[in-house]
């Protein structure tokens, strides 16, 4: 059996947990089915809601600092605040839910490989 790749780098690139060569997703957040380059069955690998609700952790909690410091040190109209937030949040979520959820992946293929005889 292959070792599987770091964790840092299937997350980050989003590629296939065991030979880091495929990408995991087709689409944005949909994972396929097998990996196409070593057969890998990644439907055994079901994230849920988890990479959702660590985005919304995350991201909730830069994002109200980030608020937080803008109008402490600027004071702008709220206006601006109500133009720059959507689009920080809407942006911050889809640049951390691929990734999250790709590490998830690569966490249940470590964790349970042993398991599905892989």
């Given at each position: 059996m292959a070792e599987a790749v770091?964790?840092?780098r299937a997350a980050l690139l989003c590629r296939c947990p065991r030979c880091?060569?495929?990408?995991v997703f087709v689409g944005l957040l949909t994972v396929r089915d097998r990996c196409p380059q070593c057969g890998l069955d990644l439907r055994q690998h079901d994230t849920g809601d988890g990479p959702a609700a660590l985005v919304i952790l995350v991201l909730g909690a830069i994002v109200l600092g980030l608020a937080v410091w803008v109008e402490a040190a600027f004071a702008p109209p709220l206006w601006?605040?109500?133009l720059i937030w959507p689009v920080a949040i809407l942006g911050g979520a889809i640049a951390l839910m691929r990734p999250m959820k790709a590490a998830l992946?690569?966490?249940?293929?470590?964790?349970?490989?042993?398991?599905?005889g892989l």
């Open positions: 770091p964790l840092w880091g060569k495929a990408p601006v605040h109500a992946v690569a966490q249940q293929y470590r964790h349970r490989a042993s398991e599905m």
